[in-house]
């Protein structure tokens, strides 16, 4: 059974960084994509980043981009997300997610992603 643990959020403050971290538990092997979503209070779920199955390509949305830095070690099937600059629009529950298995571009839509973290809670403060 394939299980994500997501941890590091917390409160900071606005321009202080943060990293993220979510480790796979239950997979054989790294070949699958991973990726973070977030969710604010009162909007819907929204994708951050993504990563390949070996860390080669990325991609992030718009609103983090240049900011925020998502990269994986298969090794130890961890992947982070690290985050400079927030702001108090970047607060939020941030998941991880990761593919069943591999494809051949880099998911940013939550229905592509089979498995989820519990989420992390990342608070921004003014």
């Known amino acids: 059974q394939v299980q994500l643990i997501d941890s590091g959020g917390g409160l900071v403050q606005a321009g202080d960084s943060l990293r993220l971290s979510c480790t796979a538990s239950?997979?054989?092997?790294?070949?699958?994509?991973m990726g973070w979503f977030r969710q604010a209070p009162g909007k819907e779920r929204e994708f951050v980043a993504a990563?390949?199955?070996?860390?080669?390509?990325?991609f992030y949305a718009e609103s983090v981009r240049g900011r925020t830095m998502i990269s994986r070690d298969t090794s130890k099937n961890t992947e982070y997300l690290q985050m400079y600059r927030l702001t108090p629009e970047d607060t939020a529950v941030y998941y991880c997610?990761?593919?069943?298995?591999?494809?051949?571009?880099?998911?940013?839509?939550?229905?592509?992603?089979?498995?989820w973290g519990q989420g992390t809670q990342v608070t921004v403060s003014s």
């Open positions: 997610a990761s593919t069943r298995g591999p494809m051949s571009i880099i998911p940013i839509t939550a229905s592509l992603y089979a498995y």
């Open positions: 239950g997979r054989t092997d790294s070949n699958y994509a």
């Open positions: 990563v390949n199955w070996n860390g080669g390509r990325q």
